[in-house]
């Protein structure tokens, strides 16, 4: 499977094949930290406050031999002087290999990955979802429990706006 050039937005995004090769490859990458990103940048526009999804892209994206750029406060930028979203995310598509983007309103990333000609990963999108997190999680319960199928497992927590919940939910139906 390839998934070069490819936008990570939705959990929906990936078939249940899709879902298990990346996990496979995060299992053997873990042994191995290859470095993979060697000369790539990551553009990071957090349009929220972030700490975990923030600071773990730019953990990887260093320990994968990239470098990062961007901002962790909307108050810092050109929006602030009356900048779109759309425009923020061309010039950030100028200097970057690829865009994670995090922001409170619900379908942000998609519009991010219509405006970039570069891969978008969304990063969070207000209730709606956190795929990657959805990753992390799958990873998580694999290594576990050794399996994911067959597993009952419950959610507590803000249901209605918890967009982690949201996006494991699906992927594990």
Request: glycine content about 8%.
């Amino acid at each position: 499977m390839n998934f070069k050039g490819r936008d990570i937005i939705s959990v929906r995004d990936f078939s249940k094949s899709d879902l298990l090769y990346i996990l496979k490859i995060a299992k053997e990458m873990e042994k191995e930290k290859p470095k993979l990103l060697d000369g790539k940048i990551l553009a990071t526009l957090f349009f929220e406050p972030s700490t975990r999804t923030r600071l773990s892209f730019e953990s990887a994206m260093f320990r994968l031999g990239g470098k990062i750029l961007g901002f962790s406060d909307e108050k810092v930028t050109s929006i602030k002087k009356g900048e779109t979203v759309w425009d923020t995310i061309k010039m950030a598509e100028r200097y970057s290999d690829v865009i994670v983007i995090r922001s409170p309103v619900e379908g942000s990333a998609r519009l991010a990955a219509e405006a970039a000609s570069i891969p978008v990963i969304n990063g969070g999108d207000g209730a709606n979802q956190h795929p990657t997190q959805m990753l992390l999680d799958l990873y998580t319960i694999q290594k576990t429990k050794k399996k994911i199928e067959g597993l009952k497992i419950g959610f507590l927590g803000d249901l209605k706006y918890g967009r982690t919940v949201h996006s494991l939910a699906i992927a594990l139906c």
